[in-house]
């Protein structure tokens, strides 16, 4: 009889085990939503960007000039990044105008 109960208690711990476990995977959203969302919060200057490029390639011109390469090829790169940001606010913004994107 003891060896039943404690076959009954360790199943029911393992089927409370299993439902405690599954229940807050139900619950979380999806990694999808998640992103949506946190993409949702950005906001983009769009002028702002704008000169912060024109900045960026004007004094990575003036590094490459001044024999700075290595510099001059960082600041590039940052003003390469800031663009791909600004054409991704761009074309978010073209894509939200429309009611049905696609």
Known sequence: MTKRFSALAVSAAIVGGLF????????APSA?????SARAA???????????IANLKSKAAKLKQLGETAAA?????????????LN??????DEA?????G
């Not at 090829?73 to 940001?85: C, G, P, S, V």
């Not at 105008?97 to 994107?101: A, R, T």
């Open 20 to 27: 405690i476990t599954s229940v807050p995977a139900h619950a």
């Open 32 to 36: 999808d939503q998640g992103a949506v």
């Open 42 to 52: 950005v906001t983009c200057n769009k002028n702002q960007m704008s000169q912060q």
């Open 73 to 85: 090829n960082r600041a590039l790169d940052e003003a390469a990044a800031i663009q791909k940001k």
């Open 88 to 93: 991704a606010c761009i074309k978010a913004d």
């Open 97 to 101: 105008s429309k009611p049905f994107p």
